[in-house]
């Protein structure tokens, strides 16, 4: 029911917003979203209380916290429900959505002055599918939702974008719709050969764990095939090397709010997704192609951060090392130990929290220099002490500063590939070349902290430089203080994460 | 409860062909004055009557009683829930195209005539869909066609209509031509035109004869010879492949569309389009069962002919879709390409039984689901030659801030058309993809995905128009006419609601497929 309940006052909320005039949308979509946003905050820390030691949401359904399920369609032999419920990993992806829309539309209220209405629904909109997309547990209710989140961003960014939001837009759409298509015909042909006669993720997950006597095309078994189908549809989301070419341009042409759901959530699909599809339903294949996919994310990894080092532009500094991020989730996904496995979800959550932190701080610096430039400006430190006060921490949360979110997601993931049984001798060799991308994001944020935000003050253009407004400032300050509060206290969400990752550590036999 | 006398059954046809002639009686009475209002108001109740007839039979479960549904005039007539399901589809689509129409020919002459050309060509559309014999299904089709070629042609001081009308005319009476002369030699194959009694006689190998409405061996059991038999549903398919603006004669279908008046290319791409696959569904389902062909050494295996076609047509319609530089001609591609889905209905058959029924109901739920999304489409296109926007992309180039709710309908439409999950047309998509899994046609499945994702590249271009674009020139909304709005709006909630109601389509559509 609550989850039932989080989509409906969301979607009512939505149709409000678009009917709203330009005047209160925004104000009016803040407190719309603050609805779900407390809801699932409210459900987080009944989980927290009264689900400990909850399973899978895949592996035992019994489990599943705050279920519901309504029969929908039946198509011939198979049937469709609505079906939905959470458990430790997708809770906090939830709570992480809620919270990061709101605050991503406070801190629209400066940049966004034309179309609000439609810009602030179609936000909604997108926290809508986005939240169907963690909680839904029939793939078919799932799919729905994360197609349904492209159209709201395909236009936020065409219709509220920089000077190339066009190319941008399209770009955008093109590559993650046909990554869809892509998975979608490598998941069905699974589900055809495999005689399910339920869509529900559990029910596809014990059919595809028992398969056997599945069809080999060319020598190669359906099931690698298929593996292959999906990581390839969901790497495009993640994005990992070489998939990753849309995001910089999306990034790039995308208002700052945007870019923070981008960054925040969106991504955090791709990785989701990989986590429940391709780990959990076909652990055997993940097993089997640990090493080559593990190289794939170390590559993500290196090519990310020296990519961010040639950029001069802050969002896309930001935006080419979110690549690098992703990259040590999937050596954590693959890494099939309690650490690796849980810290790549952990860190999710903490790249979630932190790169919204830093596009929406570079979104306060542009509102009021109006360039991203590094070279363009310098000494911001004097005239935007909070800004750049809240820019440097979160700088540092990103490179990996103990006691910050970042710190905990990626200590643990190295921890937890280092001897990794999956990666065999090439484990210590893998994680040691991915722990050196850390070294570069270092160089390339003190870089840009040192030329833009230090020194004497000099900027390129003629605007006037003062504090930013309470309301621009705010949601940056509530996103470091919960980045913090993961860092100290990594358990609020890594043990929930972890009672879910243990029973995907113990099917298949693998190691 | 009183039972209802058995020519009732027809009463979705019935209604259509009163409101037609009430039309011409109206207009005779005072000539020389026109009330669009009144006459817009007949057509409006006769085509809501015929859709809500339709759909009160089949919630009561008529057809249902027995295999045969009810069957009328020695059988030449049955209604049975595959009829009601289409007779339903040609309803709303009439519903919608009458009250675009409203607006749409408001200053035109001729109304009187328009609107009963409307109603007679649906008439022929809803008696199509329970056509039992060759002879039936033929007399329907061509009270389907023959208005719609006045009705292409309506605009007549316009070149591009005349064009088109005389196109579509050319085209479609070869065509006929083609259709009756395979019907003949279905005939000299099998001695009969019952779609069951050539069943009979494909099964026994015997030439039939029907005495006494009852189907017999002719006296002497002359063997069916299957060259002929297969020459003529070679042809049938040709006839069949026109009536649906399928590959290879596909293409008076942009022509048509494109110069007709919008509300008609929405009439013939969904309402016509949708006739002509229930006459396809049913020859070749009831008169021509695989099964027994084959077994029956059949010169054709039609199977394979519609793969083919199916395929093509998918590819030929997105492909052209994809290069065209007019939103309507765009849309009268796409609407081939979407006879390539359709056609999977046929081709995705594995023998008779629950495979036939599977692939038969996938095609029919795509063909409800596409009647709502595609008549919107055709008649948001009305709605911007109404206010003298342009024919180019670039014309609708930033009509979202001037019309912000008709451009969301045509949004939910447009992207409802290329499969994505906030119309219905992903689920029937999806149906359809199950359908051809369902028998391991992976030729066909690749075909549907890679066209699908195909398709939104160029249905993006119409909503990117519409929504980024910024406005080039001084183009001003002056009116927001009722009728048009509501149709549009009214297809868009529908296309919306069939995400959750899709079920109930699904399976009214499979019971149909069954008891055929």
């Known amino acids: 029911m609550w989850v039932a309940a989080l989509l409906l006052a969301t979607l009512l909320g939505t149709g409000l917003v678009f009917l709203s005039p330009d005047r209160y949308a925004g104000k009016l979509a803040a407190a719309v979203s603050a609805v779900p946003a407390l809801g699932s905050i409210y459900m987080y820390w009944v989980y927290l209380t009264q689900y400990g030691g909850t399973g899978n949401a895949l592996l035992s359904p019994a489990d599943i916290a705050f279920g519901q399920q309504i029969p929908w369609i039946t198509l011939g032999e198979l049937e469709v429900s609505y079906y939905v419920g959470l458990d430790g990993i997708s809770m906090p992806l939830l709570a992480l959505t809620t919270v990061l829309t709101t605050l991503a539309i406070v801190s629209a209220w400066t940049p966004i002055d034309e179309r609000q209405s439609q810009f602030y629904g179609l936000m909604l909109f997108m926290e809508v599918s986005l939240i169907g997309v963690f909680s839904a547990l029939d793939f078919f209710l799932w799919f729905v939702f994360w197609e349904g989140v492209l159209i709201p961003m395909y236009l936020l960014i065409g219709v509220w974008g920089g000077p190339r939001r066009k190319y941008a837009a399209i770009k955008f759409f093109v590559y993650t719709n046909v990554a869809s298509l892509v998975m979608f015909a490598g998941l069905f042909a699974l589900v055809f050969s495999t005689d399910l006669t339920s869509l529900s993720l559990p029910a596809m997950a014990e059919a595809f764990r028992t398969a056997s006597g599945l069809p080999t095309i060319a020598g190669v078994n359906l099931m690698t095939i298929s593996f292959i189908m999906m990581f390839f549809g969901f790497a495009v989301k993640v994005p990992v090397f070489p998939l990753h070419t849309w995001l910089p341009d999306a990034h790039v042409e995308a208002p700052t709010p945007v870019s923070v759901m981008l960054a925040g959530v969106l991504l955090k699909m791709g990785t989701y997704a990989l986590l429940r599809f391709n780990f959990t339903m076909l652990a055997d294949t993940a097993r089997q192609l640990a090493v080559p996919l593990a190289i794939i994310g170390v590559v993500s990894v290196i090519y990310g951060a020296m990519l961010a080092l040639a950029q001069r532009d802050l969002k896309r500094i930001v935006a080419y090392s979110s690549i690098s991020s992703m990259g040590y989730v999937i050596l954590g996904l693959v890494a099939f130990t309690p650490y690796g496995m849980g810290g790549a979800t952990f860190q999710m959550i903490a790249h979630g929290l932190i790169s919204g932190l830093m596009f929406m701080a570079v979104g306060v610096i542009y509102n009021t220099t109006h360039t991203r430039m590094v070279g363009d400006m310098s000494g911001l430190a004097d005239r935007m002490p909070w800004t750049v006060g809240i820019f440097v921490a979160a700088a540092f949360g990103y490179m990996g500063l103990p006691l910050m979110a970042g710190f905990a997601g990626e200590y643990f993931i190295f921890q937890g590939s280092f001897n990794a049984p999956t990666l065999g001798g090439a484990a210590p060799v893998l994680t040691s070349l991915a722990m050196f991308g850390i070294v570069i994001v270092a160089g390339y944020l003190l870089w840009a902290m040192q030329r833009t935000l230090f020194g004497a003050f000099s900027l390129e253009t003629d605007y006037e430089v003062s504090p930013a407004a309470f309301h621009d400032v705010a949601p940056l300050a509530v996103l470091l203080l919960l980045v913090i509060a993961l860092g100290v206290a990594p358990d609020l969400s890594f043990a929930m994460i972890q009672d879910s990752i243990s029973p995907v550590l113990e099917i298949g036999g693998g190691a | ?516």
């Open chain 2, 1 to 516: 409860m009183v039972a209802l006398p058995d020519w009732m059954a027809l009463a979705p046809a019935l209604s259509l062909a009163l409101a037609s002639l009430v039309l011409l009686l109206a207009d005779s009475i005072d000539p020389d004055s026109t009330n669009t209002g009144l006459l817009a108001g007949i057509s409006g109740v006769g085509s809501l009557l015929s859709f809500g007839f339709a759909g009160w039979f089949i919630t009561a479960g008529t057809g249902m009683a027995n295999d045969t549904g009810v069957a009328l005039f020695n059988n030449q007539l049955v209604i049975d829930q595959m009829a009601l399901f289409f007779m339903a589809i040609v309803g709303s689509v009439t519903t919608l195209v009458v009250l675009a129409s409203y607006d749409y020919i408001a200053s035109h002459d001729y109304q009187a005539e328009f609107f009963s050309l409307v109603l007679l060509s649906a008439t022929g559309m809803s008696l199509l869909s329970a056509a039992n014999s060759l002879a039936t299904a033929f007399i329907a089709l061509e009270l389907v066609s023959l208005p719609s070629y006045a009705l292409v042609a309506f605009l007549k001081h316009n070149k591009g209509s005349v064009e088109a009308g005389l196109k579509y005319f050319l085209i479609g009476a070869v065509s006929s031509a083609v259709l009756a002369y395979g019907i003949s030699l279905v005939y000299a194959a099998t001695g009969v035109l019952r779609f069951d009694g050539v069943a009979t006689a494909i099964s026994s190998g015997t030439i039939q004869t029907i005495s006494e409405g009852s189907i017999q061996a002719q006296s002497g059991d002359p063997a069916v010879p299957m060259a002929i038999l297969g020459v003529g549903i070679l042809m049938i398919i040709g006839g069949v492949a026109f009536k649906t603006a399928s590959v290879p004669f596909h293409f008076w279908a942009p022509e048509a569309y494109e110069g007709a008046p919008a509300p008609i290319s929405a009439f013939l791409s969904s309402a016509s389009k949708a006739a002509g696959f229930v006459l396809a569904f049913r020859v070749f389902a009831v008169a021509f069962p695989i099964d027994d062909l084959l077994a029956a050494g059949g010169a054709i295996n039609w199977v394979m002919a519609f793969q083919i076609l199916a395929i093509a047509t998918m590819f030929i319609g997105n492909f052209a879709a994809a290069t065209q530089e007019t939103v309507k001609r765009m849309l009268a591609y796409s609407s081939v390409g979407h006879a390539g889905y359709v056609l999977i209905g046929l081709a995705a058959v594995s023998g008779s039984g629950e495979g036939l029924s599977l692939s038969l109901s996938a095609g029919m739920s795509h063909l409800l689901v596409y009647g709502f999304m595609n008549t919107g489409a055709f008649l948001f296109i009305a709605l911007a030659e109404y206010w003298g926007v342009g024919r180019r992309f670039e014309d609708y180039n930033g009509l979202g801030k001037e019309a912000p709710v008709a451009c969301a309908a045509m949004t939910v439409f447009l992207f409802s058309l290329a499969g994505l999950p906030i119309g219905g047309g992903f689920f029937s998509k999806f149906y359809l993809f199950s359908a051809t899994l369902n028998v391991g046609a992976w030729s066909l499945a690749a075909a549907l995905i890679i066209n699908s994702a195909l398709s939104l590249f160029y249905y993006s271009r119409v909503v990117k128009a519409m929504w980024i674009e910024e406005p080039n020139g001084s183009r001003t909304i002056e009116s927001y006419p009722m009728g048009l709005y509501t149709a549009v709006v009214g297809a868009a909630v529908v296309t919306v609601l069939l995400v959750p109601g899709f079920n109930r389509v699904s399976e009214i559509a499979f019971q149909a497929a069954q008891l055929l």
